[in-house]
């Protein structure tokens, strides 16, 4: 178990395609952005060239599907994205449309070496896309009727689909051209916020604030829960195994536990618990997700943690 | 009557399918240009009058049929007229053999519901900015135009608010302006201070809405009064009209940078549709609108009256909100209830202005600029990119057929059984007709198009129900896969219409004519 330098809230977590190779793991917190090149064990704040009077509290972060070779690092913050691309030693800072947004969360396409694809969600100003690699952001929020997105999920086959999903305050929505325009999809409005989202082919997870964890096995035209009495808890991330569903592995993220589902979500078992109270806000699990793959948990006053 | 009937449609005939010929219209004064049209409804429209008392009452009614499938639809009316046409004729045919004419409409009316269902069941939804584009090239004709249209309704769907402008370039060009915006320019141009082309912005807004007149300073002054100490610095007002002291209060302000304020009156121009704006503008950003008729004041009202906005911006013309802080649910009521009104409407206009309503609701809009070489260019392709827009609306909503006349041959399928089995000779004649005519648009396109009508059906029958001639590759293909479609609400708009005018005309017996008709030029 390891702090970082700042022990304040851990917004959002990323880590390197190639983690089991470099180790490299990124964490946007209330005091900034912070690297860590051993695994989590050690962390370095990333924000030092830019020479900064205070800090810049980092809402999200997200890195390249090819990091290894661009080492291309994405960090949300008020008012707009930070873009990297070596790794987070320099940074350009992208300003959006005024009155500066809040950057809650990143996405890039799976494709995004060839489409360059960068997806951003804010508090109150909706969806932002840019199509060249951040340099250039527009808002695409036609039928987007809630403008404050708090998650993003991308259809692994994006490439051919262009579907996205956006959980926000009120409902979830989903796009099926890349995010220029949207439709509400049929979700229980009355279990919004949404925090969390997975898809994979036809099997969408929403994970709410505090109504736990509705799954639907047809894109979204009806739902279902599992019935657990753990779960009905805020769920702040969800992991699914890269081969899902033919590996129907779950990771689920609540206010303190970690629950693990080796059967696409009928059976939970309590994977780990955070100790003395401590309030989970988001996880990475680097080396895949499997009952005892060791995970980073970003907690809400203490830090990270190696799980 | 027939005479009327079959003139229009012979003038309208060559125009249908990829390959149209066009319509000259010999101008009203003679030192103008002919008119050279494509369009069925708008070649009907300029036949005014017919020589002959009952070939022009023949003409006005099919004329008045295709103008409202035009109006409705958007598309059809070549196809419409020719069916219309075909009926008619053979209905001609068997009445003076000695049928019965009011059984004839019976059963043809009958055969018309089992041909609807049977265009139901070959309804295919289209989704996706390539098979959009694919319905719109089968509705245009114009590949460059079809590429636009096929991304636009991929974003705006079928309410999507479209302004189609003429461009300054040679080019087609689309933009998608943020949020959503009413025609209704600010109120003083001084604040504008620039060009024409200049805009006021502001940023993080409040908005008054209020369908009374601003008279003076002092009505304003209860707000500003609450409104300083909240740090609120930028307000948006929607109000029936200002008085000049107002108005160069608001200017004097504006120019302190103290207290910032863009002043439009309500849009719209009849008070249905002003009371229909400003409940738009509330729920979108969650004002309450002081209504002059629940005795509400301005010196009354309140800042949590006010509604929010991130953007606001008006030039000479137009003002927009971009992310109004709605309340989701009370939007999503909003949008909902008028979409079952726009559903539950029969009258075409005020689905029109619904839709309108939904897609500024919806947050966003497009817009679709039409340059060309001359203005004759710029003005026919704005014009087809109107009519094609209006048929995308129904694409979008219930989607397409087969084209190039496939769907409607597949039609005959249903025909057959009651053919092989009729009761009597009114039943067959009818369902014959219909069986017949529901081949001439594919007929009529092979031979606009200069292909041998009777090898080319041939062709298409031994190949299978998919198959159809497409003009354009002079080849039998397989019109689903190549993506010639037609928009289902259009085909049956065109049917039904089609059907029941010319089963209605065949029951006409007798003609009454004025003394001394009252003639027009009116087009």
Known sequence: MTDTLQSDIVYALSVSPTFAQDGIAFAAQQSGLYRSEDGGASWTPTYDSLNLPSTLPTLTVVLSPDFSRDATVFAGVGGGVLRSNDGGQTWTMTALSLPAPAITILALSPNFAEDGLVFAGSMEDGFFVSADKGHQWRTWNFGLLDLNVLCLAIDPDFKHSEILFAGTENGLFRSTNSGHSWREVNFPSEHAPILSLAVRQNRLFAGTEASGLFISDDSGLSWSQPIHETLDDSVNGIALAQTFPATPHILLALSSRIMFSPDGGKSWTLRSELPDEQQMTCFAAPMGVQEDSPLLVGTADSGILQL | ?523
């Open chain 2, 1 to 523: 009557m027939q005479h009327g009937i079959n003139q229009i449609c012979d003038a309208i005939r060559p125009t249908l399918g990829p390959l149209p010929r066009v319509v000259a219209i010999s101008p009203v004064m003679s030192n103008k240009t002919p008119e050279l049209l494509d369009n069925g409804a708008v070649i009907a429209r300029r036949i005014v009058q017919l020589p002959g008392r009952s070939s022009d009452t023949g003409a006005m009614l099919i004329r008045h049929m295709l103008w409202r499938i035009h109006e409705e639809a958007g598309d059809g009316t070549a196809t419409a007229a020719i069916l219309f046409q075909s009926i008619y004729n053979l209905g001609v045919r068997y009445l003076t053999a000695g049928g019965n004419a009011m059984r004839l409409r019976s059963f043809l009316e009958r055969g018309m519901k089992l041909i609807l269902n049977e265009l139901d069941q070959m309804t295919i939804p289209v989704e996706g900015r390539n098979q959009l584009a694919n319905v719109a090239e089968s509705l245009c004709h114009d590949p460059e135009l079809a590429k636009y249209l096929g991304e636009i309704f991929d974003i705006i769907g079928d309410c999507g608010q479209l302004d189609i402008r003429p461009g300054y370039g040679r080019t087609l060009g689309s933009e998608y302006p943020d949020g959503s915006y009413w025609e209704q320019g600010i109120i003083s141009r001084e604040i504008l201070g620039g060009t024409e082309f200049s805009r006021a912005e502001l940023q993080n807004v409040h908005v008054l809405i209020c369908d009374q007149k601003i008279e003076s300073p002092r009505d304003l002054m209860p707000l500003l009064e609450q409104a300083m100490p909240a740090n609120v610095r930028s307000l948006l007002i929607v109000a029936q009209d200002y008085t000049d002291p107002v108005k160069s209060f608001l200017v004097a302000n504006w120019k302190r940078g103290v207290f910032q304020a863009i002043a439009v009156k309500i849009p719209g121009s009849v008070p249905d549709d002003q009371r229909a704006f400003m409940e738009d503008i509330a729920v979108l950003t969650g004002a309450t609108p002081i209504y002059k008729a629940t005795g509400q004041k301005l010196d009354t009202v309140h800042l949590s009256d006010l509604g929010q906005a991130r953007r606001v911006w008006a030039n000479v013309v137009h003002f927009g909100v971009i992310a109004g802080k709605a309340d989701p649910l009370a939007l999503r009521q909003h949008i909902s209830n008028l979409r079952a009104r726009e559903q539950a409407t029969p009258d075409a206009d005020q689905r029109r202005k619904l839709q309108q309503r939904l897609g500024k609701l919806l947050g966003g809009s497009a817009t679709l600029s039409i340059g060309g070489s001359t203005d004759l260019e710029i003005k026919s392709r704005k014009e087809l990119a109107g009519r094609s827009a209006q048929a995308m609306r129904g694409a979008v909503r219930a989607g397409v057929v087969p084209g190039g006349g496939v769907a409607l041959l597949n039609c005959q399928a249903a025909l057959k059984p009651l053919l092989e089995h009729p009761d009597d000779a009114d039943e067959r004649a009818a369902y014959n007709i219909l069986h017949q005519v529901l081949e001439t648009p594919l007929r009529t396109i092979i031979s606009n198009a200069g292909s041998d009508v009777g090898t080319v059906v041939a062709e298409c029958r031994h190949r299978g129900d998919r198959y159809g001639w497409d003009a354009r590759s002079g080849q039998v293909v397989d019109v689903v896969e190549t993506g010639i479609f037609d928009v289902a609400t259009v085909v049956r708009s065109v049917v039904t219409a089609a059907i029941s005018s010319a089963a209605l005309a065949l029951t006409v017996d007798v003609l009454v004519h004025h003394k001394n008709p009252e003639e027009t030029i009116q087009p």
